[in-house]
């Protein structure tokens, strides 16, 4: 009974939470100054015209109006529901494949002192690298491989880079956990006559679980943040990214339009959020340690 | 008053010439053990005691293959070290309890023998009945972070049992605990041991802890660490370790020796033996 009502508080805060939000911006539209607030040439705040602010309830009642005035049958929110499960699903191949990297490349640094000191500058280098720059050269790499029948397409090259974005909290993360044993574990370890890979299954691994989850969380976001970008960086259509920029175009006369696919790509993030917080539920019992 | 008070036949434990140098960079080495010999008879409990630093820890992890003599020797059994912990000859209980937080009290004692094959039906008997041996079948299922500090040192001496070691090696597995939990693990460490009848070695730096559980008392010297004497505790007139032994005229004797050795060593030793030993 009280599970089912503290459930429902937080329903209800979090609602509250988005009508704040909105009611703020309405305040600030109905309020603020038409030019924006300036000091000096710089605009601090943005401008409250509604070409730069559409109202709330013109952003939200534009998922049901049609694409454009030629063709009837889809609306706004049917495609940008389509491009957000295009989206979710390659940033979801994407996440996959920089967490098991990731934690690939953690027992590895975490086994071997050289495998740690040879790697682990050139991991934190890898995300200097700017997204835009590496995308096309992805996808030129890319296009070279043919394996029997299969091509690689276009979308492999955004999950892959996606999933570029996504091993790095891992692996950081990972390493710190497998790491985090006690002194008088590993001492019981070897007491037991137990080796190293032994150890990391029954010992490292459960013990990473607390660093592991909000690395999986960050990778989450991380690998849907990546797609995003890389879907306007290739230009692959069917996804969000594209979205954006294709509706920004028709920002001037349609002004609530380009919010659409934006609060499509939230939405995306959210999920790929509350997927892990799924995976969280269910390593509980490694978790006991989290609170002291 | 080196004696050795052998209560059973064959030696658990044989140590001889043993040193023990840890290297640092600008040559300064500490010299943590130097020229240790000590035997310790199957089924003797011997306490290892001493100031912060006389090594005492290090002899034990020697003795456990966790760390290696720079000279010397070790045998087990009659076995080199690292073959007794691969035998499983020795359970080990540290200062931390060093439960694994993510298992049950039941899963935490049975993890050395799920670790070395034990079927799961004989791994449910045996740890029902260690559980029922140090006084926590009720708690079977409850986890490490539900129990207070002496139950979890209780579950850790549990799972040192486990494997029906003849030699128990522990590491100050009371220091962390209250007055009054502590002298009640004693107690119940002296029965333990004696339906158990394994050989142990322990270190402490309590006089009084000491002197209760132990046959023999060995004292040590910090820095580099030796043996200063051995002196041995007998049990009561009526011949039990109980808590009449604490009261008597025996154990104030035996404490008010251990102590006088610690504190009458030379005197560059006197002021870290005062700062080390606790003379509760």
Known sequence: MSRALRLLGRILLGTLGVLLLAGAWEAYKALGPSNGVLIGDTTVLPRTTDLAMPHVWEIVTKFSDPVNSFSGTDTVGSVVWSACLFTLKLSAIGWVIGVVVGLVLAVLMARFRLAESAMLPWIVLSQTVPLIAIAPLVRRWGSQIHIGGWVWSSENSVSVIAAYLAFFPVAVGALRGLRSPDATHLDLMHAYGVGWWRTLVKLRLPSSVPYLLPALRLAAASSVIGTVVAEVSIGLRGGVGRLIIEYAQSAGGDPAKPWAPILGAVAVGLVAAGAVGVIGLLCRPYRRGEAT | ?280
């Open chain 2, 1 to 280: 008053m080196i004696s050795s008070s052998t209560t059973e036949s064959g030696t658990a434990v044989e140590v001889a010439g043993l040193s023990r140098v840890f290297p640092r960079r600008r040559g300064d080495d500490v010299r943590a053990l130097e020229d240790v010999q000590l035997t310790v008879s199957q089924g003797e409990f011997v306490s290892l005691i001493g100031p912060s630093g006389c090594g005492k820890s290090t002899l034990l992890r020697i003795i456990a293959d966790l760390d290696a003599p720079t000279a010397g020797s070790v045998t087990v059994f009659g076995k080199s070290a690292q073959q007794a912990r691969l035998d499983q000859d020795y359970g080990i209980a540290f200062q931390q309890a060093g439960l694994l937080p993510w298992r049950s009290v039941a899963d935490n004692v049975a993890l050395p023998l799920e670790l070395h094959g034990t079927g799961s039906r004989a791994r449910k008997d045996r740890v029902a009945e260690l559980l029922e041996l140090v006084g926590l079948g009720d708690f079977a299922r409850a986890y490490p972070d539900e129990l207070s500090g002496g139950m979890q040192q209780r579950v850790a001496i549990a799972r040192a049992l486990a494997e029906s070691p003849r030699l128990l090696l522990m590491d100050e597995p009371f220091g962390a605990l209250d007055e009054i939990t502590r002298e009640r693990m004693q107690g119940e460490l002296v029965r333990i041991c004696a339906e158990t009848g394994a050989a142990v070695v322990f270190v402490t730096h309590s006089i009084p802890e000491a002197v209760f559980l132990s046959d023999r008392v060995v004292v040590m010297t910090p820095r580099p660490g030796r043996i200063i004497d051995i002196v041995d505790s007998g049990p009561g007139d009526d011949g039990r370790r109980d808590d009449d032994f604490r009261d008597a005229a025996g154990f104030f004797h035996t404490v008010a020796r251990v102590r006088e050795l610690l504190h009458g060593g030379p005197g560059a030793h006197a002021v870290a033996a005062i700062r080390g030993v606790e003379n509760r």
